[in-house]
């Protein structure tokens, strides 16, 4: 029997879990929190238990139990920004996991109840690709002030793993491809992919980039410094509607593209112009990433939820495939990226970096 490893993803309403033995499926569940539930807790930390006792009870239902388990890995959180790997848990990420150290998410839990219940079973837990990998090249990282450098927050996770998944396609190695990788979702994050690694993208957590379904992306900084000011809002509220309250939701009052997209196509001009104009960042933030690249680029891949939509997708298409070839990759290949991950670590084929 292969070893059976557990896999953790905490979102903001759900948290996705699998077992795989080896790279075999064995059973997975999208466990889905409402609002109700999650009110209860105020701060997301705090969900850490809750999250946790349903992971082991979905668990139990699948018939393998918390003994058959070999190893466990969750998605990573906003830990200080680190190079693209593997980590195990240890108590100097429990601890900027916990206090949040480059900002408070769900993902975060992933680390936490990875460990918790990894000490349970009594084997070793870890996570890759955390959100805050740091590839980025020296001078992408300047802005226009030095108070405010450009931070690498994206969809570490997935943009490496399709990114790997094109490359096999081809029959390539990823470390000798340019790709430009537009990650679409909750969050939209466009990286330049230069041989390996990610040497610019987008911060998709905290107003730069694209909008998305609750995200503002970038925003003009006098505007919201006056906004600020103007004691009509909250620190909460503001923050708010960079991240959460952003995007579709504030423009159209709701978030759920495939909704949106079927209203903007029978014929609301207004849907179609919020819809449109989404589409049109992105093709920006594509254009922008092709001059990192210096115009060498073998692909374009689109990921993500959103790219299931054909729509969307066809007209990113339109506006980019003049750059490089399009690939689409809808979904995410986390869960699996994940286990994939894990089972190089079991088999000694990755040595897992140390977090300091």
């Keep these: 029997m292969k070893p059976i490893i557990l896999v953790i993803n905490p979102g903001s309403t759900t948290t996705k879990i699998a077992l795989y033995e080896g790279e075999k499926l ?7 929190h409402s609002d109700d539930e999650l009110s209860e807790y105020g701060d997301v930390m705090k969900q850490e238990k809750f999250r946790r006792d349903l992971i082991i009870g979905e668990i139990n239902k699948s018939g393998i139990t918390l003994n058959d388990i070999s190893l466990v890995i969750g998605r990573g959180g906003l830990v200080k920004a680190i190079p693209s790997g593997v980590y195990e848990v240890n108590s100097a990420m429990k601890k900027d996991l916990e206090v949040g150290v480059n900002g408070v998410h769900a993902s975060n839990l992933g680390g936490l109840i990875a460990a918790s219940i990894a000490e349970e079973v009594g084997v070793k837990a870890y996570i890759a690709d955390p959100v805050v990998v740091d590839e980025m090249s020296e001078i992408a990282h300047i802005s ?3 108070l405010f450098p450009r931070k690498s927050i994206f969809h570490a996770l997935n943009q490496k793993a399709v990114s790997r998944s094109y490359a096999h396609k081809i029959g390539r ?16 994050s466009v990286g330049a992919h230069k041989q390996g690694l990610v040497v610019d993208v987008n911060n998709a957590l905290l107003g730069d980039g694209p909008f998305s379904c609750d995200r503002c992306g970038s925003i003009a900084a006098a505007d919201a410094i006056n906004l600020a000011f103007s004691g009509r809002y909250t620190h909460e509220e503001l923050k708010k509607m960079i991240t959460g309250a952003g995007g579709f939701l504030a423009h159209l009052g709701t978030n759920n593209v495939k909704d949106i997209e079927e209203i903007a196509s029978s014929g609301d001009t207004e849907y179609k112009l919020i819809v449109d104009a989404f589409i049109y960042n992105i093709a920006k933030e594509i254009g922008a990433m092709s001059t990192v690249l210096e115009g060498k680029v073998d692909a374009i891949i689109l990921t993500g939820g959103i790219a299931h939509n054909k729509y969307i997708c066809e007209k990113i298409s339109n506006h980019t495939n003049w750059i490089a070839e399009i690939d689409i990759h809808a979904g995410e290949d986390e869960l699996y990226a994940l286990a994939k991950n894990g089972l190089l670590v079991l088999e000694d084929k990755i040595i897992p970096k140390i977090y300091c």
């Design 26 to 32: 064995l059973f997975d569940k999208n466990i889905i």
């Design 144 to 146: 226009g002030h030095p």
């Design 173 to 188: 190695e990823y470390e000798d491809l340019n790709l430009i990788v537009a990650h679409l979702g909750g969050g939209v």
